[in-house]
């Protein structure tokens, strides 16, 4: 009889479509995936170590460069623990500016994860740009009020560099005219499409309870059908004034992953136009206090975590009461969902690895920090 | 050509050549066009699709290099001429080099059987389809080749996936394209092609209907689902998007040309783009009419033929122009739509192109084949082959019946066949855990 | 044009005879295999040169386009295509050659000498019954369906029953091979044995989830 | 779900398995992207739209930069006094985080005491992180950020900035961040009057503008002495600009450092080849050469013994570019020699 022999094959570090260097040693039974080994660290740059030499202002900059698509979830998860650590108020508008701001980085990195995501499938980048499409128009916002598009560091301890300039709320109130077109566009370009589903329907099932023992969070979890997200759980800044769904999804398998997000996107929309209602004016506290920057904190220790779009990113600061952290460690949301990609990539075929692995949505700058 | 070549040796310089000598050169001046033509239509083919799929993704597309960047492609080859053409040390070392050669050689073999326009076919074999497809599998040996001496996993997986892909949608094409052959009852590429003049029911079958050239297959039942799984199976020769699964960049790199660089991967490009334009080309040919269109016969009847060896050569000129026009113009539209949807699908999986070649694709073309051989019956056969009863209905009776009969049948398996296939895919977890795992359920 | 077609036959002879020796002179597998590919599309060429067009593009379908791609699968499938430290020869290699010479003695003598070789070509119109168009086609068709049915029949089943034969193998054979589960299948698998087994219930409970199962039969 | 939330509720997501897919659902997708190409013979100009052509051709199209736009810092200079407004508080060379910021306090030559100028002001271009720290800190709102962005160069040295290459005239600033530049600028007129008034002589002045102070001094002399209206100003000389002798000297310098690093891989000696004061990029430059001639001088050297640090030395104290340089060269020598006593 035919006897079939296992190929071992790199897929990395040089490679399209692993988001960075990251490497998967594959085994392979002819096409099924017999076993994976993921290797990372080649983006290793000793993120914790400078921190701890660092003052903890000049960390800041540094969180923007962990997971580089969504620096301002990055700046509110650190900002939040040394306020906590310190015992810094935050004005009031200040809190629905990061709001804002981190909603729209919600929506702008499931715009680009899901269109990478299809450019794994093979689509030829259509959606992708599309989404890019979305993404600039909301980068361009993110310069106009932080002076950059990618590394925003824009926000303070006990509020944010800026406040709006004038030019800022007439672009937002026209692009949130083109969100709700852009998310049933998205829709319709490849919710039903059947190629798709057939791609990712069954695909990567991860379920419930191995979910919760792989201590996955974010999107990937709430599609496994576990509504669990920190914004509801344990409601930080002020997310408990608003209104907004927890989309969960019931296989837990890549098409859920897709479609929570696609949902995601429309829940950040309703949590942004709610913003936009509250919003208080600008009178009164000083949205930006420079003099709080040079904080020394007491001994002592601070966890602060919040729903980033990847999962539940955590900053745990140690004080020594010196103006540097003694010790700094990030609860990287990518890190940890990539936890159970060998397993959930074991019995598929080597196609579906990258669709995988483009479903839990990883950045290589916050998996190896 | 060999008429013009024979007439300047041997009338105008009286020469006396012997006739090989004519043949043979009017044969190498015909290849040699031929071959001019196959880069320049990859050339505008990369640019064309590049500047398309941009407007599709809200872009420009190149156009930076000459006026709205049409000398791109130029600015490519240059590139690739000049790359450094590297070899792999573990590769094999003369079939690493020959394998681009055995890929492009035949596409540009196709391009001799290919009708540009009324008397324009530059061999008109008589079993021209067959050989065109005779040719397009030799390819894969190519790929194979490819695959196997460049040292690479990658590049074998690609090159057992194109070759897998490449034999298993052969079957799918061939069976749509019998079922027209049975209607023309001819192999030759010019006959078919001939047989599609008329006004959207067929001319040559129905006596008394304007010969407009518009008689083509896919206006019947019988060539519409001929056309469509025609197309699929294009699609997956030619390696395009859904199908574009040997050379899945986010999967296998680039598949068998991983280790090719400069004008070898060069090479597998332009075999690869003269291929999709054979393929579009060859759709419009059997199920559009090539150069068939308004206009086209009767210019062509005005100059000079072999019925009317009496009429103006300048109408033949312009017949050949209007042909090749609507014939290219057919071809790029049928290009269009695969850019349109490269553009808007993602690819499939291999097993999952392998279910849809052989459980859908087959099946439906075998029953169009069924369909075919009715619409012969009512339209072609008399009582003499068991179908005088259809005789008192006259011409465009029986046509009608057949269309109707066909329609109904087409539509049927197609509905029937695809819930069945969409059945199997939707296998339920439960069952499929059984299965897998041998346990009662 | 009759020494043109001469010069194309002993190139296309040579080329069939030299790509049948390559395919038993190298050691390489896979290169003998492209040699016979080679010698297949001679083969070709020369029934296009005797205006056989039929037979020569069904030469080429079938054997350059699916038998060859077929052979290569097999190769490529194998471990050791190179053939580095085997032997061409063996000890009496004299034998087996005089053995292949005679067989094809058998075969070709009885042919040689039945064939009457002074064949007139046709010249002058061609007649009303001569075969037309096609090309060997529409012959080859008659004669499948009407004088040769049988024939036909009996290979068409006997087809039929090697490929029957191919899917029970390759059935038996995916049965046999080892199947990979999945993680969910793993976990559901893992929750029904804790169904049904109460006693094991605990024990498979602590067992950590990532750890791969095989199942063989 | 049992879960319950208080504002808001969770929502199981609809996979459509229900539904009957013959296709449609790929005729939908090839519907939207038909829709795009038809439209995308317009421009997005628009936030609102969601088709059209997006693309900013960019060399030839620009987008306007916002006020807030941050690249790179620079140092601002008043427009007619060409005094900086820059006090060498040292400042934002604490915030720094990438620590890329060297300022070189300026001191009176003949008290030694600390004038609020500074004698040099570096600026690693290539290291810096765009963060804008410096400027959020700066107190005398001197260092702002730049909206350049086109900075690219051959050659990692060449992104070096010293302070004639950073200083911007302060007209430059309120060009392209108006509204910014308006908020702060009573108060950092204010304040440099303070530091001026503490300034002597030429310190203080941006490089560019010392020759026209100069210029501009004498002619005020001038008028001062005979009444008479002051001349016209010269142009303003460009950045790049130095004076011939100093650049020949450095060039000199370099050539002497690299002929002692060849001699020293021959013999052993030690020598210090001084490189005059003034333009420090010269200077630089004449390190750089000199280290790699050493470099060289010791790989090909034939097994002899030492190679002693050829390290050009810039006399000026303010002089820290050249200095580090200086540091470099030598350093480089010293590697070369440890290659050769490894080989």
């Given amino acids: ?313 955590g900053f745990y600061l140690v004080s020594d009461g010196s103006e540097k952290p003694y010790r700094y460690k990030v609860r990287a949301p990518s890190f940890i969902n990539l936890t159970p990609l060998g397993d959930m990539c074991r019995g598929y075929k080597v196609a579906d690895v990258v669709v995988i692995l483009g479903s839990i949505d990883i950045v290589m700058g916050e998996v190896d920090r | 050509m060999y008429d013009v070549v024979d007439y300047v040796l041997n009338t105008t310089f009286n020469l006396g050549a012997a006739g090989w000598v004519v043949s043979l050169i009017s044969y190498l001046m015909i290849a040699t066009v031929l071959f001019l033509v196959a880069p320049l239509q990859m050339l505008f083919l990369t640019y064309y699709e590049r500047r398309l799929i941009a407007r599709m993704q809200d872009r420009v597309g190149p156009n930076r290099v000459g006026p709205e960047g049409m000398f791109q492609p130029v600015a490519d080859a240059v590139k690739m001429f000049t790359k450094e053409d590297i070899i792999p040390a573990a590769a094999d070392k003369w079939v690493h080099l020959l394998a681009p050669l055995v890929v492009v050689a035949p596409t540009m073999f196709m391009f001799a059987v290919l009708p540009w326009g009324p008397g324009m076919t530059p061999i008109d074999m008589h079993i021209g389809l067959l050989f065109f497809f005779a040719v397009s599998s030799i390819s894969a040996v190519g790929l194979m080749m490819a695959g196997w001496a460049s040292y690479n996993k990658f590049s074998l997986l690609g090159a057992m996936r194109a070759v897998a892909q490449m034999v298993s949608y052969e079957i799918p094409a061939m069976l749509s394209l019998l079922a027209i052959v049975m209607i023309t009852g001819s192999l030759s590429i010019v006959d078919i092609v001939q047989w599609q003049g008329g006004l959207f029911i067929s001319s040559s079958d129905v006596a008394g209907v304007p010969n407009w050239g518009l008689g083509w297959f896919v206006f019947n039942p019988v060539g519409f689902l001929a056309f469509a799984a025609f197309f699929i199976a294009a699609l997956a020769e030619g390696e395009r998007t859904p199908f574009d699964i040997p050379e899945a960049d986010s999967e296998i790199v680039a598949g068998y040309m991983t280790e090719y660089s400069g004008m070898k991967f060069g090479l597998f490009f332009l075999a690869q783009y003269v291929l999709n334009f054979l393929l579009c080309a060859i759709t419009a040919v059997i199920f559009f009419g090539a150069w068939q269109g308004p206009g086209v016969n009767e210019l062509y009847a005005l100059g000079i033929t072999p019925d009317n060896p009496d009429g103006n050569g300048w109408f033949n000129v312009l017949a050949g122009v209007l042909g090749a026009f609507y014939f290219l113009f057919k071809t790029y539209a049928f290009f269009f739509v695969m850019v349109w949807i490269r553009g808007a699908f993602p690819r499939l999986r291999v097993d999952q192109l392998m279910d849809f070649g052989w459980k859908y694709l087959i099946p439906l073309t075998l029953v169009n084949v069924f369909s075919a051989a009715i619409w012969v019956g009512f339209n072609n056969w008399g009582a003499n082959e068991g179908f005088g009863f259809a005789e008192p209905l006259g011409d465009l009776g029986r046509w009608a019946v057949a269309f109707v009969l066909t329609l109904a049948i087409n539509i049927a398996a197609y509905i029937v066949m695809t819930r069945i296939y969409g059945e199997t895919r939707r296998v339920t977890f439960d069952e499929q855990l059984a299965d897998t795992a041998g346990l009662p359920s | 044009m009759e020494l043109l077609i001469q010069i194309i036959f002993f190139l296309l002879a040579a080329l069939i005879l030299g790509a049948g020796v390559m395919v038993v002179a190298v050691r390489n597998i896979i290169h003998s295999a492209l040699w016979l590919i080679g010698s297949f599309f001679g083969v070709g060429a020369l029934y296009l040169l005797l205006e056989a067009e039929f037979l020569a593009v069904v030469q080429v379908l079938v054997y350059v386009g699916a038998v060859s791609i077929l052979i290569l699968f097999a190769i490529m499938l194998t471990r050791d295509v190179s053939g580095q430290g085997e032997r061409l020869l063996f000890q009496r290699w004299w034998l087996a050659l005089l053995v292949a010479i005679t067989l094809f003695a058998a075969v070709i003598t009885p042919t040689l000498l039945a064939q009457s070789w002074n064949v007139v070509p046709p010249t002058g119109p061609i007649e009303p019954g001569q075969p037309t168009g096609i090309a060997g086609a529409l012959e080859l068709g008659r004669g499948f369906v009407h004088e040769f049915l049988l024939h036909f029949e009996i290979a068409g089943v006997l087809l039929l029953v090697a490929l029957i034969g191919a899917i029970v193998i390759a059935f038996e054979e995916r049965n046999r091979r080892r199947k990979v589960l999945t993680l969910a299948e793993e976990h559901e698998l893992r929750k029904r044995r804790e169904q049904t087994s109460d006693a094991n219930a605990s024990e498979s409970a602590l067992s950590a989830p990532g750890h791969p199962i095989s199942q063989s039969e | 779900m049992t879960i319950q939330f208080e504002r808001g509720k969770v929502v199981v997501i609809d996979r459509g398995a229900r539904k009957l897919r013959v296709g449609q659902g790929m005729l939908k997708g090839m519907a939207v992207v038909w829709h795009h190409w038809l439209k995308s013979f317009q421009k997005l100009d628009n936030f609102s739209k969601t088709a059209g052509v997006f693309t900013v051709e960019y060399p030839d199209e620009r987008i306007k930069l916002p006020e807030a736009y941050r690249n790179m810092p620079i140092l601002l200079y008043d427009d007619e006094t060409g005094q900086e407004l820059c006090t060498a508080c040292f400042q934002c060379q604490r915030v720094c985080p990438p620590q890329v910021i060297h300022i070189n306090q300026a001191r009176n030559p003949e008290t030694g005491k600390a004038i609020p100028a500074a004698a040099e002001f570096i600026i690693e271009y290539d290291a810096c992180m765009s963060c804008g720290f410096c400027a959020e800190v700066c107190p005398f709102d001197s260092i702002k950020m730049d909206h350049e962005f086109e900075l690219s160069t051959e050659d990692h040295a060449e992104l070096t900035m010293n302070k004639a290459q950073l200083s911007r005239p302060v007209s430059y600033y309120e060009r392209i961040a108006p509204t910014f530049w308006a908020e702060v600028k009573a108060s950092a007129y204010k304040k440099l009057q303070n530091s001026v008034k503490r300034r002597v002589d030429l310190i203080g002045i941006a490089p560019q503008m010392v020759e026209k102070v100069k210029a501009m001094r004498a002619a005020a002399a001038e008028s001062e002495a005979t009444e008479a209206a002051p001349s016209s100003a010269p142009t303003k000389p460009s950045a790049a600009e130095t004076s011939p002798a100093t650049d020949k000297a450095a060039k000199l310098a370099a050539i002497r450092a690299a002929n002692a690093a060849k001699q020293d891989a021959g013999n052993g000696g030690t020598s210090t080849p001084e490189a005059p004061a003034g333009d420090d990029k010269a200077a630089k430059l004449a390190a750089i050469r000199a280290a790699n001639a050493a470099k060289k001088a010791a790989e090909s050297g034939e097994g002899s013994a030492s190679v002693a640090p050829a390290a050009p030395e810039a006399p000026a104290g303010d002089d820290k570019a050249a200095r580090l340089a200086a540091i470099r060269a030598a350093n480089a020598a010293k590697k070369a020699k440890d290659e050769q006593e490894n080989s």
């Avoid at chain 1, 715009?111 to 909301?138: H, S, V, Y």
């Avoid at chain 1, 004034?241 to 479609?259: A, E, I, T």
């Fill in chain 1, 1 to 313: 009889m035919i006897k079939t022999e296992e190929l071992q094959i790199n897929i990395g570090p040089q490679h399209p479509s692993t988001h960075g260097v990251f490497r998967m040693l594959v085994t392979v039974d002819g096409e099924t995936i017999v076993d994976l080994v993921p290797v990372f660290g080649y983006l290793h740059r000793n993120h914790e170590q400078i921190a701890e030499v660092n003052t903890y202002l000049q960390n800041m900059p540094y969180t923007d460069r962990l997971d580089y698509f969504n620096s301002m979830a990055n700046n509110q998860a650190y900002a939040m623990v040394v306020e906590k650590l310190v015992g810094i108020e935050v004005p009031e508008r200040a809190e629905y500016l990061r709001v804002l701001m981190v909603e729209l980085t919600r929506i702008l990195n499931h715009a680009g994860a899901l269109g990478f995501l299809i450019n794994d499938m093979g689509a030829w980048q259509t959606p992708l740009a599309f989404g890019m499409r979305e993404r600039e128009k909301i980068l361009d916002l993110f310069e106009m009020a932080s002076g950059a598009r990618m590394m925003c560091n824009y926000f303070r301890f006990g509020g944010v560099v800026r406040d709006l300039p004038p030019a800022f709320m007439p672009l937002l109130k026209d692009l949130l005219v083109a969100l709700p077109a852009f998310f049933d566009e998205f829709e319709r370009l490849l919710c039903e499409n059947e190629i798709l589903l057939q791609r990712s329907e069954g695909v990567g099932v991860l379920p419930k309870d191995l979910a919760i023992s792989y201590s996955v969070t974010g999107p990937v979890l709430r599609a496994s059908g576990i509504p669990y997200d920190i914004r509801k759980a344990e409601p930080y800044s002020i997310y408990d004034r608003f209104d907004f769904d927890v989309p969960v999804g019931s296989v837990g398998d890549v098409y859920d992953r897709f479609l929570v997000r696609v949902e995601e996107m429309r829940q950040s929309l309703r949590i942004i136009e709610q913003v936009l209602e509250q919003l208080p004016d600008a009178e009164g506290d000083h949205i930006n206090p420079k003099a709080k920057q040079n904080v020394r904190p007491p001994v002592g220790d601070a966890y602060a975590r919040i729903e980033s779009p990847k999962g539940e990113l």
